[in-house]
T-cell receptor, first 115, second 112 residues
Framework: GAVVSQHPSRVICKSGTSVKIECRSL??????MFWYRQFPKKSLMLMAT?????????EQGVEKDKFLINHASLTLSTLTVTSAHPEDSSFYIC???????????FGPGTRLTVL | QKEVEQNSGPLSVPEGAIASLNCTYS??????FFWYRQYSGKSPELIMS????GDKEDGRFTAQLNKASQYVSLLIRDSQPSDSATYLC????????????FGGGTRLMVKP
């Protein structure tokens, strides 16, 4: 149990366009979902934490107007990268946690390339 | 600022040997500690969690925690080529692992 999916797994877009990434918990209800970004050969950097039905909490230095997070239900969170630029190219990973279980369960990640 | 430090490696060990991965953390208030394995191009996979001082064993893996020294380690016995990956140490302010700070990861290479 505790499977998290992400869609799409890979996306290539032109500079200036917006990209939406979905994160779903498939077999549990996620009380909290997390969005991370990972650059090549670097560790995971937390971007924001979101709870169902409330606004996301962004980490320092992460622009909330650029990285829009919606956590509409206990099984779905979305990250929209608005007006993407080449420097936004990265591996975006979501994770989810649920009450009664320890730790975060990670999705397979989405590789974004902005041309 | 909370910091989690790992040697980036690569750590190279022969097949069948013990691999020892180390991690130090700066926040004395940290409550729970995790080791994740990440294969290239994939997302992290939880291997072990540990909360109290001492050793915790699970199959070929043993996590060790020393809160006084702010030190966490992971031992992998009988290392296999399939263990070759980057190992991420993560430390959380709470017991549930909801407030993770990741280290930079140590790349392990197990040679046949």
């Amino acid at each position: 149990g505790a499977v998290v999916s992400q869609h799409p797994s890979r996306v290539i877009c032109k500079s200036g366009t917006s990209v939406k990434i979905e994160c779903r918990s498939l077999d549990f209800q996620a009380t909290t979902m997390f969005w991370y970004r990972q650059f090549p050969k670097k560790s995971l950097m937390l971007m924001a934490t979101s709870n169902e039905g409330s606004k996301a909490t962004y980490e320092q230095g992460v622009e909330k107007d650029k990285f829009l997070i919606n956590h509409a239900s206990l099984t779905l969170s979305t990250l929209t990268v608005t007006s993407a630029h080449p420097e936004d190219s990265s591996f975006y990973i979501c994770s989810a946690s649920t009450s009664g279980r320890i730790g975060q369960f990670f999705g397979p990640g989405t590789r974004l390339t902005v041309l | 600022q909370k910091e989690v430090e790992q040697n980036s490696g690569p750590l190279s060990v022969p097949e069948g040997a013990i691999a020892s991965l180390n991690c130090t953390y700066s926040d004395r208030g940290s409550q729970s500690f995790f080791w994740y394995r990440q294969y290239s191009g994939k997302s992290p996979e939880l291997i072990m969690s540990i909360y109290s001082n001492g050793d915790k064993e699970d199959g070929r893996f043993t996590a060790q925690l020393n809160k006084a020294s702010q030190y966490v380690s992971l031992l992998i016995r009988d290392s296999q080529p399939s263990d070759s990956a980057t190992y991420l140490c993560a430390v959380s302010e709470d017991n549930a692992g909801n407030m993770l700070t990741f280290g930079g990861g140590t790349r392990l290479m197990v040679k046949p």
